[in-house]
């Protein structure tokens, strides 16, 4: 944290040891959040397990499997579960270092940027999920018998959730890039096209390689961005204003 010299009247920034340290002390404390979240996850997972796999039949191919597929569920509930306190923690290190419009973003945002990625977090794992799993193992059973690996459900589980609550939060990107001037609503107007095109390759690189899961999640991402182009215009015109209203307040 910057201080001011007693003697003179001038502030000193920290040393480098000092922002290492700080950030040691957020990691520590990030990391004890985040161990007793996983502990308490994993001495539960016989309540979570029903939620997880949905009914589903799961085999496992190893004795190991039943450990990984156990730690990789909680992991996943961990970290869901200690996410508000790893962004505040967060927070706490890096608020020194923003610029006034960066924080009062931030500080606004926040709780946004957390509900737009449980809206992600849900809509992958109620929509996408039971969707694409269902047509990919009614597909597979055409010919062949359809067994499906503990671990394999894991891994099928996390592709389907994660990154897309990740992509729900392109809003807050936007707007944040407005907000510090690196964004502008005619920018996202002229590369419209070729944002439509990335945003298809994207959700065929997160989604499971079946046309439905990536068309589920295709269809909101281009929802989101228009929603993104209209919340600049918003910014654009707030600053607008406010740059007026400073121009008349000061001649």
Known sequence: MPHTDKDKDTVTEPSVYE??????KQLVKSAVVFLLFFIAVFSTINFWFPYVT???????????????????????????????FLCHFMWQFVKPGLTDKESRFFSLYT????????????????VVNPLSYQ?????????????????????FLLLTTMP????????????????????????????RKW???????ISALI????????????????????????????VEKREKAKQQMNESTSS
């Open 19 to 24: 922002h290492l340290e700080d950030l040691r």
């Open 207 to 234: 989604t499971p390689p079946d046309f439905i899961s990536q068309l589920m999640v295709l269809v909101p991402m281009i929802l989101l961005y228009e929603v993104s182009i209209r919340l600049v215009a918003r």
């Open 111 to 126: 709780p946004i940027i957390f509900l737009l990625f449980l809206i992600g977090l849900a809509f992958g794992f109620f």
């Open 54 to 84: 949905r009914g589903h039949k799961l085999i496992i191919l190893s004795p190991l499997e039943v450990v990984s597929f156990y730690m990789t569920i909680s992991f996943a509930l961990a970290f869901g579960l200690a996410l508000p």
């Open 195 to 201: 944002s439509y095109v990335a945003l298809a390759i």
């Open 164 to 191: 897309i609550a990740l992509m729900f939060e392109l809003p807050m990107v936007a707007i944040f890039l407005a907000t510090i001037g690196l964004l502008t609503v005619d920018t996202l107007k002229k590369v």
């Open 135 to 155: 047509f990919l193992t009614k597909l597979g059973a055409i010919n062949f018998e359809v067994m499906i690996s503990a671990q394999e459900y894991a891994r």
